[in-house]
């Protein structure tokens, strides 16, 4: 007990711990308030008309589209266009018809809106008489908060990597890896207790950044603690073969960044590419990460089907993971 005091005090002075400790819980609470905001209307339509120069049906008529500013002078109208914060389209009267001003630089949906509105004015009687079927537009930025709330909690539970890692190199440049040596502790009570930190620490973060950012049922939550669990053990064991491998702590940082990289790198590029391929998704579950990810997504599209077969993934990398330290410990202390 008093090793494991020992570990996490050491563990609480360390800021490089601290800040990877805190750093997915802010990035979740900032991730939390983003999803609270309305981007709707960022895709509404803004139209801009010289005052007195457009007959009152034609301004009634694009209030159903948008909505419409009048303009004292020309130049203002012109410098409301111009302006690149916004996508206003001008309107002037052109004939018994309408055209539109735009300055080039809006978004393509505006520029093809543009193009389209004199046609659709022209054809506006016509259009009253056609059957409208309104569809519910795709939320397209909920599906990416998910991924990055996913990505977010992928990094918060494999943070143990990092405090094993960075506490097994400090304490061998600090001499204090040879002091355990002499100690009355056995190998495997020093195994355990490098585990046991790492794995709490990274089961803590994650707790709590699930906590801010998902409402998750009963079952859903076991579902959720389960993948924590697991993952936060074969980050810890991955933090120990870091340790065990690094020489000094700028090659422990390199080995660290490569780590993270492949786990954040493997679920993102699978999420993006949408990899479906039987054989290529289980190669890719060779990272644990890819589990964890795949697990998290399916829980917060409400499903517990994959995150059920992610969890039996995420409990062979963690015995698999776990007997190879043994081996590979086993075979180092018969050399030494």
Known sequence: ???????????????????????????????????????????????????????????????????????????????????PSTNLIGVEADGNGIKTILSGDELDIFRQTA??????????????????????????????????IAVTLIVAMFMGCTFNAMNMISEKEDGVALVNEILPMTHSQYIMQKLFVGFICGCLSSIITVCICFRLSLQSAALMLALIALSAFVSALTGLFIGRASNGLMAGVVYIKIVMLLFMAVPILSFLLGINHALLSAVLCLVPSQAAFEGIMDLAAGSRTTAVKDIFILLAHCIGWFLLYIVLSVRQRKKA
């Open 1 to 83: 007990m008093k090793g494991l005091r020992y570990q996490l005090k050491s563990v609480l002075h360390d800021r490089f711990c601290l800040m990877t400790f805190l750093l997915p819980i802010v990035a979740a609470a900032a991730l939390n308030f983003v999803g609270a905001i309305d981007f709707t209307a960022l895709g509404e339509l803004h139209f801009g008309f010289l005052k007195g120069k457009l007959p009152t049906q034609t301004v009634t008529w694009l209030e159903q589209y948008g909505t419409v500013t009048a303009y004292s002078t020309m130049e203002k109208l012109a410098d409301a266009i111009i302006e």
């Open 115 to 148: 193009d389209t509105l004199p046609d659709l004015y022209e054809h506006r009687n016509t259009a009253r008489q056609t059957e409208v079927h309104i569809l519910d537009r795709p939320d397209i930025m909920a599906g990416f908060q998910n991924m990055f």
